[in-house]
């Protein structure tokens, strides 16, 4: 594997997708009441199981992230950084598989999903995905 390919499989892509390359169910990683906190790294760091279930028979080729935000107000505010809402400035993270992932319609991919801030960048973060017998490192900066 040549070095631009290794990195195009550990650099998260920030794309917008169309809904239709949605094959999943959803999978909530973490939820962060701003309200009732401040901002730690305990809110960066962290570790979190997944189980996705395939919609259709298909081939996975990557996983997506994207983010809810949910402001509880007297006239109360959403939105969604999901393919399948309104596309925003800030788009989906794009976690490319090394090797597809085959998948029959019902069948779950369970894994888990770790991610740390980086130690020489407080902005930048290292995301670890383990599903089956892979795991698989990336980095957002």
Known sequence: MSVMTRLIYSDVQILTLPPDTIVTSSSTLTSIDLNSRTTTSSCVNFSSSFCL???????????????????????????????????????????????????????????TLTCERMDNDSRSLNITISFRETTQVYQLQ
């Open 53 to 111: 279930e395939a919609r259709q028979d298909t081939r996975l080729n990557c996983l997506v992230g994207y983010f809810d935000t949910y402001f509880d107000l007297p006239s109360p505010v959403e939105f969604s950084t999901s393919p399948i809402s309104t596309p925003t400035h800030w788009k989906q993270s794009i976690f490319l598989l090394k090797t597809p992932i085959t998948l029959s319609k019902g069948e779950k991919l369970e894994g």
